[in-house]
């Protein structure tokens, strides 16, 4: 069963291959949706994950690639929206 997701990833985040990286373990884990940088200096990420996968996932958003500091994540239960793969969006 798949679950959606939006989430909200604060600290340093930017600059630091997060969405690449982000995309990698996604793509890992078929997660689908995708992930991009907020003006604020926030990464944005819509994702759906099955439900096996979910803690792993969002697990990962906490603590990022190793150049990250995560320092909050705010995560909401989303609609599906059934994407097809995962895209890193430019804004």
Known sequence: MK???QITVKG?????FFRASTKA???QLGVK?????????????EAEVDAFFEQDFLEWCKTGPDE???TALEV????????????ILKR
């Open 3 to 5: 679950k959606a997701f």
């Open 12 to 16: 340093k985040v930017q600059g630091v």
């Open 25 to 27: 373990v996604a793509d």
């Open 33 to 45: 949706g995708n992930v991009k940088n907020l003006p604020n200096g926030d990464v944005f990420i």
């Open 68 to 70: 990250a500091e995560v």
């Open 76 to 87: 909401k239960e989303a609609e599906l929206k059934n994407f097809i793969n995962f895209e």
